[in-house]
């Protein structure tokens, strides 16, 4: 258990000892060696609930034992691949050959000598295996900025001092040369007491100023801060740094904003931009893991699943190469679920995941993270249960997906060739309310499974009267444009929704557009229904 000045230990190379390397804050060495942590694979097998994450690093919510001078509540940074891309940069940026976990570890080190709000780092380093780790103590009764901004309590008064505040505590780290290209809403937390700002995230500091504002200004919600409070920031802001003055810069802040909104406007449309435009997630998206990644669940059935995590049925040794085989299971505690489980042979895309420095996800693990993604939208689907995948070999591997269907649904197809009720019209429009929510997630429809229903409709629900269900048919992109927007509408006017009478697939397109049914654009939606095979119908049944 080492605790050497961090300075120096950023910048030294790859860990080339066997156990791997563990830096530790002075401070809290007593604190760690009491809690057990002594080498970087106790760190790393710290058990926790994933909070959030990418292919390729997540973050993990850690309860900590009551020990004098140490937090109650930490979170794990966990980088599953360190490329060596990343540590050239690092080595360039004056981090030496570090992580990012270790080029984070380095900066808040230097913020916490510079007298600047950061979160306080406890140890980094990397394990024998070459993952990268850094544990950070929880910022104690902070609220993110959105949810602080959201609060139905918040006055007027306090919406202007927040705004005040953010943009002098970022004028204070742009002034003593910590800029974070990552200074987006989520990234920002907030004392509800002192409205004291602490940004997190440092794992890639540096970058231009200017684009950081843009990033604040565009990942928050038009609904959460009004332009005047937006301006009143950007004011504080240059009142620290006197922009605008004589011996500074002659830029009008006029002008100056107009900049940064320019900037702005190229970012919207990022993905990680968009998320954090929109409401928060109706539930909370956490998962644990209960043995490596060949078994990842949410909170709710941890208890229930069955023992070992990385078992049969969840994993087969009878399994063929790729053949996916769909069963029904009941866990210990009664829920039914849908399990997917398969086994693949992509030694190619092993390889180039390896040449590229990325994690290789099985077809199970991508068809978890499509479930994960249409939840943290809101979009009615079933409910991811648990996944996992295992390496067998270096050229196939085996994995599951457990999901939740709906309860009480009923295809959509069968609901139609019934007698259907009176809120006929509400399912109908529904259900294209239902696909407009799937691009709007950033998903199209990839292509059809045969044996999966595409909808489902729940009578009983007065919210919500249409489920997506064929989620394996579907694949997040980058961007929905409209031309895939029309052949995905032709698509299901084609397979899943041909038996419609032409008169409720307009009914369909009236709610996929909702506010947009105008003269102009139904008539080039229209045409889509022109193309379909929808039958005009019956005079009784055109209703």
Do not use: M
Not at 143 to 152: G, I, K, Q, T, W
Not at 325 to 341: D, K, M, P, Y
Not at 465 to 473: D, M
């Amino acid at each position: 258990l080492g605790s050497p000045g961090h300075e120096n230990a950023g910048r030294s190379g790859p860990p080339s000892r066997a156990g791997g390397v563990l830096v530790v804050h002075p401070k809290y060495t007593g604190v760690l060696a009491a809690l057990g942590l002594r080498t970087p694979a106790d760190v790393l097998a710290l058990p926790g609930e994933v909070v959030s994450g990418h292919p390729d690093r997540h973050v993990v919510r850690v309860q900590l034992s009551a020990t004098p001078g140490g937090p109650r509540v930490a979170y794990l940074k966990r980088q599953h691949v360190v490329r060596w891309r990343e540590r050239l940069r690092s080595r360039l940026a004056g981090f030496g050959w570090a992580s990012k976990c270790g080029r984070e570890a380095a900066t808040l080190s230097r913020l916490d000598a510079a007298g600047l709000p950061a979160p306080q780092w406890l140890c980094h380093g990397e394990g024998a295996d070459g993952r990268s780790f850094l544990l950070v103590a929880e910022l104690a009764g902070a609220v993110e900025l959105r949810a602080f901004l959201a609060d139905p309590r918040l006055s007027s008064v306090g919406r202007r001092r927040c705004s005040e505040r953010l943009g002098h505590a970022v004028a204070e780290l742009h002034a003593a040369g910590f800029a974070n290209p990552e200074l987006t809403a989520k990234h920002v937390y907030i004392d509800p007491t002192s409205l004291a700002p602490t940004v997190i995230d440092w794992q890639a500091a540096g970058g231009d100023p200017l684009g950081a504002l843009a990033a604040l200004h565009a990942s928050l919600g038009d609904e959460l801060a009004s332009a005047a409070d937006r301006l009143r920031g950007l004011w504080a802001y240059r009142r620290v740094l006197r922009l605008g003055r004589p011996g500074t810069s002659q830029i009008p802040f006029s002008r100056w904003v107009v900049a940064i909104e320019r900037a702005a406007s190229k970012l919207r449309d990022r993905r990680s931009i968009r998320d954090q435009r929109r409401a928060a997630p109706a539930v909370d998206q956490r998962l644990v893991w209960l043995a490596g990644e060949a078994a990842c669940v949410v909170p709710e059935v941890v208890a229930a699943w069955p023992t070992p995590a990385d078992g049969f049925p969840f994993y087969d040794p009878a399994t063929t190469p790729d053949r996916r085989a769909t069963a029904s299971i009941t866990l210990a505690e009664g829920r039914t679920g849908w399990l997917v489980r398969g086994r693949s042979f992509a030694p190619l895309g092993r390889l180039a995941a390896l040449v590229r420095g990325k994690p290789w996800r099985s077809p199970e693990v991508t068809l978890a993270r499509v479930l994960f993604h249409l939840q943290r939208y809101g979009v009615p689907a079933p409910r991811l249960l648990g996944f996992g995948q295992k390496l067998t070999t270096p050229r196939s591997a085996d994995g599951f997906v457990l999901y939740e269907p709906p309860a009480g649904a009923v295809a959509f197809n069968t609901w139609y060739r019934a007698k259907p009720p009176r809120s006929w019209r509400r399912v109908l429009e529904g259900t294209g309310l239902l696909l407009r929510q799937i691009h709007d997630a950033g998903c199209r429809i990839d292509r059809p499974i045969a044996d999966e229903p595409f909808f489902h409709v729940i009578e009983s629900d007065a919210l919500t009267p249409v489920v997506f269900g064929a989620v394996r048919a579907v694949r997040i992109t980058r961007k929905v444009s409209e031309q895939d927007r029309l052949r995905d509408v032709h698509r299901l006017f084609a397979g899943p929704l041909a038996a419609l009478y032409r008169r409720d697939g307009l009914a369909v397109l009236r709610g996929y557009l909702g506010g947009r049914w105008t003269d102009a654009i139904s008539r080039r939606w229209r045409k889509v229904l022109a193309r379909g095979p929808l039958s005009p119908g019956p005079e009784g049944r055109n209703r």
